[in-house]
């Protein structure tokens, strides 16, 4: 029987996976993950959901080349239109934009009851994403950090509750506390710094009012990545 490999970024979201839970994969395209998750044994069956008739095929031959096709379940739908909330103890919405899985959370609403964990991986909209999740109930638990060639993923582990209130720095690189001691973490807030200094370069001297809130709040997220600078280097020379 083959036996499936991860890219670093799968791998990374198949890590914060709770075993023996009942798995739903939206935006499955491939189906790599909860192919894996079932091959490995991790997961004991799986819905794997897309949008696109194209993905879901592919998904079908990636479970029927390893082996898996008995254990899982196809839906085509727009998010989890064609889930029902029994099924769906652990949900991944990954390699998607922010705001497609804000979009997708907002439309099944019963995603923060029950005791249900969602693996999230934004590929854009960082922090749109992490500021919906807070005033829409839901709790980030921990952020893990993946690279794959030049880009650095953020990968959240995230249920319904509380969470305390997120600064604007902490929107765009997470909090300490969800961070814990993640490695490559010095390397994400140097790449947001720069990207917060490249975006003040571009406004600095507008003087269009519609600017200057933006200006405020990047200002506002270059202190605080600076501030969470710090405290690293003082974490790490303690
Ligand atoms: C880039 S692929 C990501 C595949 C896989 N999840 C991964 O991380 O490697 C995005 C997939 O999400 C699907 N998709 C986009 N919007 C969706 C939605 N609203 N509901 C379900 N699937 C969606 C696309 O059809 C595509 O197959």
Known sequence: MKTIELSP????????????????DVGTDHAYLPAYLIQKGIIPSAVASDLRKGPLERARQTAE????????????GNGLERVQPEEAQTIAIAGMGGETISAILSAAPWCRLGDRTLILQPMSALPE?????QRSGYRIL???????GNTIYT???????????LTPAECWAGSRETAGSEPLRPALLEHLLARVERALAGIRHSTRPED?????ELESVREGLITMQRELKQDESK
Do not use: H
Not at 11 to 21: E, I, K, M, Y
């Open 212 to 216: 200057i809130p933006w200006k405020t």
């Open 155 to 165: 990968i959240m582990q995230v249920a319904a509750g509380e969470m305390p209130p």
């Open 9 to 24: 970024r799968l791998q990374a979201v198949a890590d914060l996976v709770p075993p023996q839970t009942r798995f739903v």
């Open 142 to 148: 921990r952020e893990r950090l993946c690279r794959e």
């Open 65 to 76: 080349r390893y082996g898996v096709t008995n254990q899982m379940s196809f839906r085509l």
């Open 129 to 133: 994403l992490r500021a919906w999740l």
